[in-house]
């Protein structure tokens, strides 16, 4: 630390640094709560756009979930998306505050490499963080859990049971 | 190994300070609204890429220990306040304060930082920019950074005389951080300068961790390895540029070890080992960090009239 006095610096540099926050502010305030509010409880509609898997390299869907169907997959992966995801996406993944609907087609529709990507990456701009802090993995566990869930890829309701039980024992 | 710290702080004024400290973090945890999972990562100093997700606020109570040469030992702690402005920008306020073996407890001022993420995908390595406001003064012991000629001979200094010496300073950092297989490996290059003049002084923070298991569990567990993260950072001082380099700086090698408890708040423990004679012998690190969700969100939704639930 160096030690030296002096108020005149000091205060010009909190100036700037107040109209560099400012105006930080100003562009978040203009772009506003974009993605965590557009999303909120509006459902499925128009959602494949807010996910940004569009945005998925070509690449990315030849992945294999490397737990495919496991039962103890699906059921840790539900209790790693009530940890994770539910202050977002609603417990049941309809929807919450913050973040949409988890039922839209587009979703339905990726394969698991997609849906590993698009949860590492997540989508920054839209307020969805990336999710790179947790190991792969439990990662591939979140993906098992969304593509068993009710009302989504084939053979969910043959799963029903397990997600059910995984849901509501950890919450 | 550490003597008396408590001994004597009761008698100070800085007692009544602190006090309000407690009181503030207390109020803010009482605040309605839901409480979420703490997302901090296992180290104290080292900064890896992980922000605060947009809208929620993570309060971390981190106090350090030190053993001290030629003084009291000390207890210093700082509050901190950190806040998800966007999924990319998240800004954080700490608070310091410390008390040391027979020479009372300050509040010994605060900091102001933002860490901002410039490009949106994960890479193999991923900065972070950050930068930093620090008004303290020369009495402040949190060690939350190690720059320039700092050693421990600067905390053996008489807290009357050290809280007379304010610093102004910027803070700016590259936080690199990279994934190694299921290893995070963080990178730290300080430059920090006093607004008042040179020179720029220089530090760097290196950690490695990774968490005792990979996968999860299907049930609920508590003290089961995936809820806990294990690793070892490195940090000290590069000089100053007037003489960049290793000559009187101080190093510090850091087991760590993270819990996060199901219920939400999570829990970092740390013993600092000195790497050399300038460096203090052992610093004791403990941090406890509870995070609440939508802070600041509703009151915003409910300004524009849109539904707050």
Request: aromatic residues 8%; neutral net charge.
């Amino acid at each position: 630390m160096s030690r030296r006095g002096g108020m005149a610096p000091a205060v010009a540099a909190l100036a700037a640094c107040a109209l560099a926050v400012g105006a930080m502010l100003g562009c978040a305030a203009v772009g506003g709560l974009d993605g965590e509010a557009a999303g909120g409880a509006a459902g499925a509609a128009g959602a494949a756009g807010r996910h940004g898997l569009a945005s998925v390299p070509a690449s990315a869907p030849e992945r294999v979930n490397p737990f495919g169907e496991s039962p103890d997959a699906v059921a840790a992966g539900g209790k790693l998306f009530l940890r994770h995801c539910a202050e977002c996406h609603g417990d049941a993944g309809r929807g919450g505050r913050r973040g949409p609907s988890l039922d839209s087609r587009r979703l339905r529709q990726a394969s698991p490499g997609a849906l590993f990507w698009f949860l590492t990456n997540g989508r920054l701009a839209a307020g969805m963080p990336e999710w790179s802090r947790l190991p792969a993995a439990r990662r591939w566990q979140i993906i098992a859990y969304l593509q068993s869930r009710d009302g989504g890829w084939p053979g969910a309701r043959e799963r029903a049971g397990v997600y059910s039980t995984a849901t509501t024992a950890h919450r | 190994m550490f003597h008396g710290v408590s001994r004597r702080t009761h008698r100070c004024g800085g007692r009544r300070r602190f006090a309000w400290a407690f009181g503030l973090l207390a109020a803010v945890l009482s605040w309605p609204m839901a409480g979420a999972r703490a997302q901090e990562g296992p180290y104290f100093v080292t900064y890896g890429r992980g922000l605060e997700e947009p809208g929620n606020l993570e309060i971390t109570l981190a106090p350090v220990l030190g053993e001290q040469r030629g003084g009291g030992d000390f207890l210093a702690a700082a509050l901190e306040l950190e806040y998800g402005i966007k999924a990319w920008w998240t800004t954080e306020l700490y608070v310091d304060g410390q008390a040391t073996a027979g020479d009372g407890a300050v509040l010994t001022g605060f900091r102001w930082e933002h860490r901002v993420r410039p490009l949106l995908l994960e890479h193999w390595i991923d900065p972070v920019l950050y930068v930093e406001f620090e008004d303290i003064t020369e009495a402040d012991k949190t060690l939350l950074e190690v720059v320039g000629h700092d050693v421990a001979a600067d905390h053996a200094v008489p807290n009357r005389i050290a809280q007379g010496a304010r610093l102004r300073e910027l803070e700016t950092k590259l936080i690199l951080s990279s994934s190694l297989g299921d290893w995070d490996l963080s990178e730290n290059l300080i430059a920090e300068k006093n607004l008042a003049g040179p020179p720029w002084e220089f530090g760097y923070a290196v950690g490695l961790s990774r968490p005792l298991a990979l996968a999860a569990r299907p049930g609920a567990c508590t003290l089961c390895p995936e809820n806990f993260i294990a690793g070892i950072e490195m940090y000290g001082g590069l000089g100053d540029g007037r003489g960049a380099g290793l000559r009187d700086t101080s190093h510090y090698l850091a087991p760590v070890l993270a819990w996060d408890l199901p219920g939400g708040p999570a829990l970092r423990i740390s013993p600092a080992f000195g790497l050399n004679a300038a460096s203090h012998r052992i610093l004791l690190r403990c941090g406890i960090s509870y995070e609440l969700s939508d802070f600041g969100l509703r009151r915003r939704r409910r300004a524009r009239g849109g539904d707050a639930e």
